[in-house]
């Protein structure tokens, strides 16, 4: 009933920035709280940031201080703003929108995000 569409990704060199988004689709009434993951190659998927219907944020220690997560309610969008960027941060991003026990989460197609000079 949700669907997730991620857009944003790409290439930038090391200390750039872009700015993921994610469309929302469906019953966004079941939504409890929407967030940002990342995998890399070899490696597990892991959160990245979450903001909750409320507005409330949280972040993983390795991306405090450098991204942002941000909504419009209107646009039923979910934006991840991505500083200072490092090639650590290299990995396919995945929008994820909750809906509780009883419904389980839905996750977008991902995008790409490389940080390379």
């Given at each position: ?80 703003q ?9 990995a ?13 989460g ?8 490389t940080?390379?000079?």
């Amino acid at each position: 009933q949700v669907q997730l569409v991620e857009s944003g990704g790409g290439l930038v060199q090391p200390g750039g920035s872009l700015r993921l988004s994610c469309a929302a689709s469906g019953s966004i009434f079941a939504i409890n709280y929407m967030g940002w993951y990342r995998q890399a190659p070899g490696k597990q998927r892991e959160v990245v940031a979450l903001i909750t219907r409320r507005g409330n944020t949280n972040y993983a220690g390795s991306v405090k201080g450098r991204f942002t997560i941000s909504r419009d309610t209107a646009k039923n969008t979910v934006y991840l703003q991505m500083n200072s960027l490092k090639p650590e941060d290299t990995a396919v991003y995945y929008c994820n929108a909750d809906r509780g026990a009883s419904m389980g989460g839905v996750w977008g197609q991902g995008t790409q995000v490389t940080v390379s000079s």
